[in-house]
Nanobody, 127 residues
Framework: QVQLVESGGGSVQAGGSLRLSCAAF????????MGWFRQAPGKGREGVAV???????NYADSVKGRFTISQDNAKNTLYLQMNSLKPEDTAMYYC?????????????????????WGQGTQVTVSS
């Protein structure tokens, strides 16, 4: 059983920064595909960024150049550094993982393809 626990959310003014963390407990394949997704009130879950075991990354167009996904395999932790935050970034942010790495880069658009999810951490950006 895999458990993902997010932290680091909070309230920040536009232009500010936050770093989200996702600690993974239990066995996850060393070739896993992992990602961050978000869901704003009244909207569907959308992809933010994904990362593959070899360090390859892909981002949603809306966050390119502002957000950076990274992982520390020794600590079994996934990160999302968010800079230049905008009010439209306000959402619940979720960490996700899947043991199968195939098509990982395209799965930023496919939240349903991930097997494991965290409980979410709220990010609120005020103008």
């Amino acid at each position: 059983q895999v458990q993902l626990v997010e932290s680091g959310g909070g309230s920040v003014q536009a232009g500010g920064s936050l770093r989200l963390s996702c600690a993974a407990f239990g066995y996850i394949s060393s070739s896993a595909c992992m990602g961050w997704f978000r869901q704003a009130p009244g909207k569907g879950r959308e992809g933010v960024a994904v990362i593959m075991y070899d360090g390859s990354t892909n981002y949603a167009d809306s966050v390119k150049g502002r957000f950076t996904i990274s992982q520390d395999n020794a600590k079994n932790t996934l990160y999302l550094q968010m800079n230049s935050l905008k009010p439209e970034d306000t959402a619940m942010y979720y960490c996700a993982a899947d043991g199968l790495y195939f098509d990982c880069m395209t799965r930023v658009q496919a939240p349903g393809s991930f097997s494991y999810w965290g409980q979410g951490t709220q990010v609120t950006v005020s103008s």
